[in-house]
T-cell receptor, first 115, second 112 residues
Framework: GAVVSQHPSRVICKSGTSVKIECRSLDFQATTMFWYRQFPKQSLMLMATSNEGSKATYEQGVEKDKFLINHASLTLSTLTVTSAHPEDSSFYIC???????????FGAGTRLSVL | AQSVTQLDSHVSVSEGTPVLLRCNYSSSYSPSLFWYVQHPNKGLQLLLKYTSAATLVKGINGFEAEFKKSETSFHLTKPSAHMSDAAEYFCVVKDTGNQFYFGTGTSLTVIP
């Protein structure tokens, strides 16, 4: 089956630093990639949708300048948390969609802890 | 507009007994519906999906769900719970624009 690789699985960083999370579709071309954030005891919240070669579409309330998304190719999307602060600590999950498939393939997620 | 309601935030069952995780949805169109499972510190895993074919959908690990349009429900069931089933379960509805809407999740505890 389709595999989405998300890296790193866990990252601990100091406040003020930037962190980049990669999401790769390993054996298929993803027309669309999604980035989610999961708060403790809450469901996933969609942060942004990105299509290859175009700017990401951010959900209301998500800061574009803080959460930079790049979808450079059909197999790679990156999320950069800029100037991270402790309140950015969360579980971030990416997923990849294929146009003909009515579903998404999820990465394993990245646990970000900002000290 | 689409929305998903998972009626129980937490369900606890004894090992070997049936599992029922409830999900109701609202959708303006004929929806696509999914159940995902998330084990601790793991990513989401697709259990099963309904896409307007058979109303009773069989998934992995013995789970199944029945789409009931009249009740706008898509409850997840399993005849006999196993310890490894302890996890967080998410009911998800997808609209025609490829937007996914997640329920708040149900935490399943399996008691030995």
């Amino acid at each position: 089956g389709a595999v989405v690789s998300q890296h790193p699985s866990r990252v601990i960083c100091k406040s003020g630093t930037s962190v980049k999370i990669e999401c790769r579709s390993l054996d298929f071309q993803a027309t669309t990639m999604f980035w989610y954030r999961q708060f403790p005891k809450q469901s996933l919240m969609l942060m942004a949708t990105s299509n290859e070669g175009s700017k990401a579409t951010y959900e209301q309330g998500v800061e574009k300048d803080k959460f930079l998304i790049n979808h450079a190719s059909l197999t790679l999307s990156t999320l950069t948390v800029t100037s991270a602060h402790p309140e950015d600590s969360s579980f971030y999950i990416c997923s990849a969609g294929v146009r003909q498939f009515r579903g998404q393939y999820f990465g394993a997620g990245t646990r970000l802890s900002v000290l | 507009a689409q929305s998903v309601t998972q009626l129980d935030s937490h369900v606890s069952v004894s090992e070997g007994t049936p599992v029922l995780l409830r999900c109701n949805y609202s959708s303006s169109y004929s929806p696509s519906l999914f159940w995902y499972v998330q084990h601790p510190n793991k990513g989401l895993q697709l259990l099963l999906k309904y896409t307007s074919a058979a109303t009773l959908v069989k998934g992995i690990n013995g789970f199944e769900a029945e789409f009931k349009k009249s009740e706008t429900s898509f409850h997840l069931t399993k005849p006999s719970a196993h310890m490894s089933d302890a996890a967080e379960y998410f009911c998800v509805v997808k609209d025609t624009g490829n937007q996914f809407y997640f329920g708040t999740g149900t935490s399943l505890t399996v008691i030995p």
